[in-house]
C-alpha cells in the first residue's frame, strides 16, 4: 500500500526526544521554554531547542513545536524573538491555538507551516475549511471525532489531518475547559491544568466516584481503519511521560503502521504479547479505543486508578542513534591528507584537506591504527558505515592532524546536511493596529437566556438592548412568537445563540431550520468556526456575534475578527481587566452568570445511570460540597457544566469603566423567572441609573476579573 503515515512522538525532554527518534518516530513536538499547553515539562531553552532542531533534521525526521496557549497581548509583543531564532534553524512547523497567534505567524514567517492544536477545537469539515482559508496546512481535531468525520474532513479539505492514537484523554473538548481555571486559577488555556477532571464527583447523593476520568486511548488493534480513514499523522500523547514510555509506545505504533502498509489487512494482527506490552507500559486509568467508533458511554470512564504495572522489556541502554556516513580517507606520502564523506546513500558529499602527510622516520602509519582513530567520532551524530582508506608510501601523521582532519570533515557534512533547512524572515515585526479607548456612559445591558421565563423577564427590562436565545429554546414555536413580536417594536435585538458544539447532528438540523433563523432573529451568537463558514455558506447576512470561547486574547486576534463577517466579540474569561483594557475595549464583557467550566461528549447522565434523552438539568457535587450544574443537550448529545458560583461584578463599575467594553453581559442558566428580573434590575440600576451596588445574598465569585491567570 502507498501511503505515508506519519508517526508523531512527544517530547517533554531531551531524552524524550531521543528516545522517540530512537524508535523510529517520522517527527516530535515539543515545547520550548514558553507558550506550550505542558507548562510543566521538562522543556527545552533555547540552546537546547536549536540543538533538537538540528538532530531530528540530520536523522530525517521533523520538529513540530508547540505554541499552543493563548497569549495576552503582552506577550505575543515577544513572539518574534521568541520564534525567530528556531524559524532560522529550520523549524518545520508550529501547532499553534490562538487566532492572533496564527496571524502574527503567517504574516511574520509566511513559509511556516501552521499545525491548528486540537486546542481549537476543530470538530468537522466547515472548521477544518476555516483554518485552511487562512494558512494552515494541518488539523489537529477534537478527539471526540468518530472515522466517518475524520474521512470526510480529510476528503473536503485536502487538508493534512493529524489525530490522536494513543495515550491520556481529556474529559472536556480541548480548549473548552476552564474548570481547572475557574476553581484553581491554574488555566487548560495557558498549559497548567491541575486536571481537576481527575478527582471524584458525587451525583443525587450517591458515593464519589471519577465520573469525569477517561480511560487513556490505545488504538493500536485500530490502525488498518485510521490508515483507511485517511489520517496523515498518528499522534502519541505524553510530553509528561518518560522516555521509556516513549520508545515503547512508538515502536510499536511503528511495528503495525508499517506491517500494514506492507501486507495491507490480511497479514494484519496486533500480536499479544505486544498488546499486553504497550497497555503495561504505562496502566494508570485502564485503556479504550477513544471515540473512533464511539460517541460516548460508561465504558470509556474510569472510576479509579489502576495499579501501574509498568513494563519495560528490551530496552536499549540508550537512546543514541548515529547518522551512518561512509568515508573515504586518502594518504599519500608527500602530500595533503584528503577526506571524503557522504551520507549513507551518497546524495551528498564533502570534501576536507588535511595536513601534508610525512615520510615515517621509524614506524610507518598501519591501516588499523588509521582506521580506528577515524573511527572514534565520539559525541558527534555520525557513525561510519563504510570507512575505505587508501595510503601510498611510508607515510606518518600525528593523531592530532588525523582528529582535526576528522571533525573538520564531520562539522563540513553536517553544515551541508542542514543548510537547505536554514532561512531567514521575509518580513520584519511590527505591531498589531491599536484602537483608542472609546467611552460608555452608560453601557449597554445583553442577556442570555436558556428558559421561556427568562425570556419573558429580561425583556420587561427596558435597558437590556440585546437578548440572546439559547438554540434548546431559540426554535420552540412560542418563543419564536414572542421573538417576531419584539422585532416588529425594533425596540431591541434579538440573537440565537447557536450551539457551542456544531458537527453533523446540527449542521443537518441547522439545514432544515435556516428560514426560521431569518424569520425570527437580528443575528447569531455563534461559539465555534464551525457555525461560522456554515453561515457563510449560506449567504447569511445578519449580524454575527462571537461568543467568550473564540478566544479574543490580544489585538492580533481582535483584528482578525475584525476582518471577518463578525460585527462584536465577547471578552474571554481568564483575562483580568488590566489585560482586557490592553484589548483597547468594544467587546462585550460578562458580568453575571453561572459561567461554561466544560463543554463535554460525554453525559453524566449516562454515566450515571440511563439515558433519557431529554433535555435536563443535574448536579456534580465535589469533595467541597460544592455543586456545579450540568446541562445535557441531547440534540446534539454533549454536556454543558458550570461553575458552581454565579459571576456577579456589581461592585466593579469603576475597573469596568477602564475596560471600555460595548455592552455587559447578563447570563441567565438555573434562575428563576423572579431571580432572573431581579437580577436584571440590579444591573440596570447599577449601570444605567447611577444606583449603589447591592451584592446578592449568594456564594459568588468575580471570576478573574481581578486576579486573572498566569
Not at 508523531?8 to 528516545?19: F, I, K, R, T, V
Not at 571533525?407 to 515585526?429: C, F, S, T, W
Request: glycine share 6%; hydrophobic share 35%.
Amino acid at each position: 500500500m502507498k501511503r505515508n503515515v506519519e508517526i508523531l512522538a512527544p517530547a517533554g525532554s531531551w531524552d524524550s526526544l531521543c528516545a522517540a527518534v530512537c524508535a523510529g518516530a517520522d517527527a516530535v513536538y515539543i515545547g520550548g521554554s514558553r507558550f506550550g499547553a505542558r507548562a510543566y515539562a521538562d522543556n527545552l531553552n533555547e540552546e537546547q531547542m536549536l540543538e533538537a532542531i538540528d538532530y531530528v533534521h540530520l536523522h530525517g525526521k521533523k520538529l513540530y513545536m508547540t505554541v499552543n496557549t493563548l497569549l495576552k497581548e503582552c506577550e505575543i509583543k515577544e513572539l518574534y524573538a521568541y520564534l525567530l531564532p528556531y524559524y532560522r534553524q529550520g523549524l518545520d512547523a508550529v501547532i499553534v491555538q490562538d487566532i492572533g497567534v496564527m496571524e502574527f505567524v503567517r504574516k511574520h514567517f509566511p513559509d511556516l507551516a501552521l499545525h491548528v492544536s486540537t486546542q481549537a477545537t476543530v470538530t468537522g469539515t466547515p472548521g477544518a475549511g476555516f483554518f485552511g482559508k487562512i494558512g494552515a496546512e494541518r488539523i489537529v481535531p477534537a478527539r471526540e471525532l468518530s472515522l466517518q468525520e475524520i474521512r470526510e474532513m480529510k476528503e473536503k479539505t485536502g487538508l493534512e489531518i493529524e489525530c490522536f492514537v494513543h495515550g491520556a484523554m481529556c474529559y472536556c473538548y480541548s480548549g473548552q475547559c476552564l474548570l481547572s481555571s475557574m476553581i484553581g486559577g491554574r488555566s487548560g488555556n495557558r498549559g497548567q491544568c491541575a486536571q481537576p477532571c481527575r478527582l471524584p464527583y458525587s451525583v443525587s447523593g450517591k458515593k464519589p466516584e471519577d465520573l469525569l476520568s477517561l480511560k487513556d486511548m490505545c488504538t493500536i488493534e485500530l490502525l488498518p481503519d485510521l490508515i483507511d480513514a485517511g489520517i496523515d499523522s498518528f499522534k502519541i500523547e505524553g510530553r509528561m511521560k518518560q522516555p521509556e514510555y516513549v520508545y515503547t509506545v512508538v515502536s510499536m505504533y511503528r511495528k503495525y503502521v508499517d506491517l500494514y502498509l506492507q501486507t495491507g489487512r490480511k497479514g494484519f494482527r496486533v500480536a499479544p504479547d505486544d498488546l499486553r506490552l504497550l497497555e503495561n507500559v504505562y496502566r494508570r486509568r485502564g485503556y479504550s479505543e477513544g471515540y473512533y467508533r464511539q460517541h460516548n458511554g460508561k465504558d470509556m470512564i474510569s472510576f479509579g486508578r489502576l495499579a501501574n504495572d509498568s513494563e519495560q522489556e528490551n530496552l536499549p541502554d540508550n537512546y543514541k542513534n548515529k547518522v551512518k556516513i561512509n568515508g573515504k580517507l586518502i594518504l599519500s606520502e608527500g602530500k595533503h591528507a584528503k577526506l571524503f564523506l557522504s551520507d549513507e546513500n551518497e546524495r551528498l558529499s564533502v570534501q576536507i584537506q588535511g595536513e601534508m602527510v610525512q615520510t615515517a622516520k621509524n614506524q610507518p602509519l598501519d591501516h588499523e591504527r588509521i582506521e580506528k582513530q577515524m573511527r572514534k567520532t565520539g559525541n558527534t551524530e555520525f557513525v561510519f558505515a563504510s570507512l575505505n582508506i587508501e595510503t601510498e608510501g611510508s607515510i606518518f601523521l600525528p593523531m592530532q592532524a588525523l582528529n582535526v582532519l576528522r571533525r573538520d570533515g564531520m562539522e563540513k557534512l553536517q553544515n551541508a546536511m542542514l543548510i537547505h533547512y536554514r532561512r531567514e524572515p521575509k518580513v520584519i515585526e511590527s505591531a498589531a493596529s491599536k484602537e483608542a479607548v472609546k467611552d460608555m456612559n452608560p453601557p449597554a445591558l445583553h442577556a442570555c437566556v436558556q428558559k421561556k421565563e427568562q425570556l419573558l423577564a429580561v425583556l420587561e427590562n427596558e435597558a437590556i438592548s440585546s437578548v440572546y436565545v439559547d438554540d434548546g429554546i431559540g426554535f420552540d414555536e412560542d418563543v419564536r412568537k414572542i421573538c417576531r413580536e419584539v422585532r416588529s417594536e425594533k425596540r431591541r435585538m434579538l440573537f440565537l445563540a447557536m450551539p457551542y458544539i456544531f458537527r453533523r447532528k446540527a449542521i443537518d438540523l441547522y439545514e432544515k431550520r435556516y428560514e426560521l433563523i431569518l424569520q425570527s432573529y437580528d443575528g447569531v451568537l455563534i461559539r465555534n468556526w464551525e457555525s461560522y463558514e456554515w453561515l457563510k455558506t449560506k449567504g447569511y447576512s445578519g449580524k454575527i456575534i462571537a461568543d467568550a470561547n473564540l478566544y479574543v486574547f490580544n489585538t492580533w486576534s481582535r483584528d482578525f475578527l475584525r476582518k471577518t463577517d463578525i460585527c462584536e466579540y465577547t471578552f474571554p474569561a481568564e483575562l483580568n481587566y488590566r489585560e482586557l483594557q490592553a484589548l483597547g475595549g468594544g467587546g462585550v464583557l460578562s458580568v453575571y452568570g453561572y459561567e461554561p467550566v466544560m463543554i463535554t461528549a460525554n453525559c453524566i447522565q449516562k454515566t450515571t445511570g440511563n439515558c433519557s434523552h431529554k433535555e435536563s438539568i443535574l448536579f456534580l457535587t465535589d469533595r467541597y460540597k460544592k455543586k456545579f450544574a450540568v446541562r445535557n443537550c441531547c440534540k446534539y448529545c454533549y454536556n454543558i457544566i458550570y461553575n458552581s458560583s454565579p459571576l456577579v461584578l456589581l461592585d466593579q463599575k469603576e475597573e469596568i469603566k477602564e475596560v471600555s467594553p460595548a455592552a455587559l453581559r447578563l447570563d441567565f442558566t438555573i434562575e428563576s423567572e423572579e431571580q432572573t428580573r431581579q437580577i436584571a434590575e440590579m444591573y440596570r440600576c447599577v449601570f444605567q441609573a447611577d444606583g449603589e451596588a447591592r451584592m446578592p445574598d449568594v456564594d459568588y465569585t468575580r471570576g478573574h476579573f481581578k486576579r486573572g491567570v498566569k
